[in-house]
């Protein structure tokens, strides 16, 4: 499975930015997908994770209530609808698909490369 995240770019504090993930080579329909994301000198770190059939959602506490996981008509696309943005959410975002929705990077096998999201105060 090869992973596109899009979407990321420059917004002020508060605004808004939705993020796609993009799944090729093979279909994303039986896998639960996460998001992750790095800031600089920072670990990679868990935001959101949905379930194959949207059924099981989970979120950071650092992000709940402001963004969103969702997965397109085609369960082929998956969304990150980011609301409210800080600037502490400045950071390289990325998708993954693995089993099971978890919170651990290890329970991915899937990584895309990510996109930059940068929040100006």
């Known amino acids: 499975v090869q992973l596109q995240a899009s979407g990321g770019g420059l917004v002020q504090t508060g605004g808004s930015l939705r993020l796609s993930c993009a799944a090729s080579?093979?279909?994303?329909?039986?896998?639960?997908m996460g998001w992750f994301r790095q800031a600089p000198g920072k670990e990679r770190e868990f935001v959101a994770a949905?379930?194959?059939?949207?059924?099981?959602?989970y979120y950071s506490d650092f992000v709940k209530g402001r963004f969103t996981i969702s997965r397109g008509n085609t369960k082929n696309t998956v969304y990150l609808q980011m609301n409210s943005l800080k600037p502490e959410d400045t950071a390289v975002y990325y998708c993954?698909?693995?089993?099971?929705?978890?919170?651990?990077?290890?329970?991915?096998?899937?990584w895309g490369p990510g996109t930059q999201v940068t929040v100006s105060s």
């Open positions: 949905i379930s194959w059939n949207g059924g099981r959602i």
């Open positions: 993954a698909a693995g089993s099971s929705p978890v919170v651990t990077l290890k329970g991915y096998d899937y």
């Open positions: 080579g093979r279909t994303i329909i039986n896998y639960a």
